[in-house]
């Protein structure tokens, strides 16, 4: 049985997890113009960044310098699990992130394009993430946002927030335990002793709710202010939870299995694959619109165990990438974890096709080449088209353009009409950046 004080500290972190949320007002709605005006284009993305860099060697062909089709070339063997996936792939290299202060990592400037910081800096914007989850088609999550780490550091850390944010100062909380994020998604169809551990951390929500509105209307002004975003965050969790059982036929059909893996881990890969699970599952569903994926949780540690070896943590990001078999294996961990994604959307028909067919897969780096990279060179590997609106099976090699160009190619592609992703004047001109999107990129 769960007692009273482990009950609250579970639900102070579910909180957590959304109370960045609850700090942007329009989390839920819709955006104000039309997001996408002609046929086709993206339904969902996802994306999924490794920590410690992204060596341009490990991902783009042999012999491969200027832009061509991928046809008749062979991946290199740290991704030759997405070999078969080569025609829905899309390599793109050479962009950079000069401006956002990698270091060990970017932190929150990996998705946000602007200075990211040490740890615990605050975000100084909305990460592509987030605003991409605004123009596509609205879903009763934000973006899910999911952390792998080693058991030791998520457990003791189920919630953390180093990647995504919705605006200046609000970051969002990515789950790195599966037992809390099951609850969160699934609690309500579940039966049996954990059902009643829901419906009590339900009722105890909704009481802390009542409660906090009432001493908020002690204050007053500025401070009022504030704590009605707290406030807020209690609202949010409370109304997600209703809407959660208005779908429970979709989470009954797709919620994944819960076995000993989720309290009895051996290795910390197989909370890994719990959490990608019950994020495949969050996207099945119609649950969420973007899946954030952050192996090393967006920082510079990370564990790997599960694979076999004992190297982790800040040291492994010190050891070069192109060759190495511990490297080898982890890129070939996350490849075989895109291709699940991929295969379990293919399986869901969605329009005239798949679920996949309106989905665009992103994977890279947190931290550009390497670890204490200065953000020179920082690779990207698109998989999916997205319902059309992107190119697929080609390498491009773009020069002197920053990410955030690419950011606003995403948002091109899903309809929205934006010439620069968080650089005013000055930066975009610091940077090098082109008005508009990545046309080499665009269907």
């Known amino acids: 049985m769960i007692n009273r004080r482990e009950m ?70 740290p991704m030759q699990a997405l070999e078969p996936y080569k025609n829905r792939m899309h390599i793109v290299n050479g962009l950079h992130g000069l401006h956002t202060n990698c270091g060990h990592s970017a932190f929150f400037g990996a998705l946000g394009g602007y200075r990211g910081g040490n740890g615990g800096a605050p975000p100084l914007g909305p990460t592509i993430d987030y605003v991409l989850s605004q123009a596509l088609p609205q879903t009763i999550l934000p973006p899910l946002c999911i952390g792998m780490e080693s058991l030791e550091s998520m457990r003791a850390r189920p919630t953390v927030g180093t990647l995504t944010a919705t605006g200046p100062n609000q970051p969002m909380f990515m789950y790195c335990d599966p037992n809390l994020l099951y609850r969160t998604l699934f609690g309500s169809i579940t039966e049996g002793e954990m059902m009643k551990q829901y419906e009590a951390r339900s009722d105890i929500m909704l009481d802390l709710e009542r409660v906090a509105r009432l001493k908020g209307k002690r204050l007053s002004g500025g401070e009022s202010a504030r704590y009605g975003n707290f406030v807020n965050g209690f609202h949010d969790l409370n109304g997600m939870r209703e809407k959660l059982v208005g779908v429970s036929g979709l989470l009954k059909k797709y919620a994944p299995k819960i076995d000993e893996r989720y309290a009895k881990p051996k290795f910390e890969t197989d909370w890994h694959d719990a959490l990608l699970e019950i994020g495949i599952a969050a996207l099945q569903a119609n649950l969420t619109n973007v899946l954030t994926i952050a192996s090393g949780c967006g920082e510079y540690f990370g564990s790997w165990k599960g694979l076999g070896f004992s190297e982790a943590g800040h040291g492994l990001g010190h050891v070069d990438q192109p060759g190495n078999p511990i490297w080898t294996k982890i890129r070939n961990y996350n490849c075989e974890m895109l291709v699940k994604i991929m295969k379990a959307l293919e399986a869901v028909p969605e329009g005239s096709g798949t679920m996949m067919d309106n989905t665009l897969i992103v994977y890279t780096s947190n931290n550009a080449e390497k670890q204490h990279s200065s953000g020179e060179i920082w690779p990207f590997v698109l998989l999916g088209n997205g319902g059309g609106r992107f190119k697929t099976g080609r390498f491009t090699n773009i020069k002197e353009r920053p990410i955030n160009d690419l950011y606003t190619t995403f948002l091109r592609g899903v309809g929205k009409p934006v010439d620069h992703f968080n650089l005013n004047d000055y930066m975009a001109n610091q940077t090098k950046s082109k008005a508009g999107p990545i046309e080499e990129l665009l269907a």
């Open 8 to 77: 609250l500290h579970g639900m102070a972190t579910g909180v957590g997890a959304l109370l960045g949320t609850s700090l942007f007002p329009d989390l839920a709605k819709a955006a104000d113009t039309p997001i996408i005006k002609t046929a086709g284009g993206p339904k969902r993305v996802i994306f999924f960044l490794q920590n410690h860099g992204f060596d341009p060697l490990t991902c783009i062909p042999k012999g491969l310098v200027e832009s061509c089709s991928l046809d008749g070339v062979t991946l290199e063997k």
